[in-house]
């Protein structure tokens, strides 16, 4: 296994500003721009360098939670569990151990798991693939092995067990809610022989039944739907400003937070979870494809 999988001191941090720290520099930025403020007056007006405020607002440089206070005195906001929320996204700094797989893995898939990580809820919406919370190491494997281009088995390896360690967040003492929508489609394609299929539906089942996961089916009769063509995974934030979205596309994942992109696809889960089945019936149907199979 290659060295930054095994846990040492001498892996360095990330060279490159995590979705995360993205996000806080962001959401500073809004701040700043409601005040009315360029950077060269927010500059003047707390005594920072604005090519120091600008580098903040696009990740490339830390900040301490009294600065992010700071700041938020001096443009005005009044949102005191808003402001709490975003000094919280600097003092969670640290390492995690998603940090281990740094320059083995797209940082795409380290910001997924640093999302899911500090989401206070997760929602997820599923068409063609079961979700990854929930999938069983056999069944996540064939999925990687269909990556175009074609990795090598021990990024096969890699991946799995990155998968896998995300799923923790369902498991540790608090765990995050998870509600997951998945199309009767996800269910019915065959991924590998029947007892494969038949051990990760029957894992499916059993999380089901876990207090703070919920299993939704949208079976085929429901008909059309909307976003049919994407993986919706929805991470709620300490508040609602800080939600999240992540598509999962074919060119690599997308993170999303501006309101009116939040509240659109607020709007298509809620509309997914009207057409599907209730807990109990999808169990019930999940255990039927099993039977089938």
């Known amino acids: ?28 930025r809004k701040l700043r721009e409601r005040a009315g403020l360029s950077t060269r007056e927010a500059g003047q007006k707390l005594g920072v360098d604005p090519a120091r405020i600008s580098n903040i607002e696009s990740g490339r440089f830390g900040v301490s939670a009294d600065r992010v206070r700071t700041f938020a005195l001096g443009y005005d906001c009044t949102d005191s569990v ?9 003092s969670a700094r640290g390492r995690n151990w998603w940090d281990d797989y740094q320059g083995v893995l ?10 899911e990580h500090h989401a206070t809820s997760i929602r997820t919406a599923q068409f063609t693939h079961l979700p990854g919370l929930l999938q069983t190491a056999d069944y996540a494997r064939l999925i990687f092995q269909q990556n175009v281009p074609t990795l090598p088995q021990p990024m096969v390896e890699h991946r799995v067990s990155h998968r896998l360690k995300r799923q923790g967040v369902l498991f540790r003492d608090a765990p995050v809610p998870f509600a997951t929508i998945i199309h009767e489609a996800a269910l019915r394609m065959r991924f590998g022989d029947p007892k494969l299929m038949r051990d990760q539906l029957a894992y499916i089942v059993e999380m089901s039944e876990r207090p703070m996961v919920d299993v ?16 919706v995974v929805f991470a709620t934030g300490p508040v609602r400003q800080l939600d999240t979205v992540q598509l999962d596309t074919e060119h690599g994942g997308e ?9 659109k696809y607020r709007t298509i889960l809620e509309r997914f979870q009207a057409l599907c089945l209730d807990e109990e019936e999808s169990r019930a149907f999940v255990r039927q494809v099993i039977a089938s199979l």
């Open 82 to 90: 808003f402001v709490d929320a975003l000094a919280e996204m600097v």
């Open 216 to 231: 939704l089916v949208l079976p085929f009769a429901a008909g059309v739907f909307p976003g049919a063509g994407q993986t």
């Open 255 to 263: 993170f999303l937070h501006a309101e009116a992109q939040l509240v």
């Open 106 to 115: 797209p940082s795409v898939l380290l910001d997924l798991a640093e999302m």
């Open 1 to 28: 296994m290659s060295q930054a999988l095994t846990g040492g001191e001498d892996v360095p941090p990330r060279s490159t500003a995590t979705a995360r720290q993205q996000r806080l520099g962001a959401e500073l």
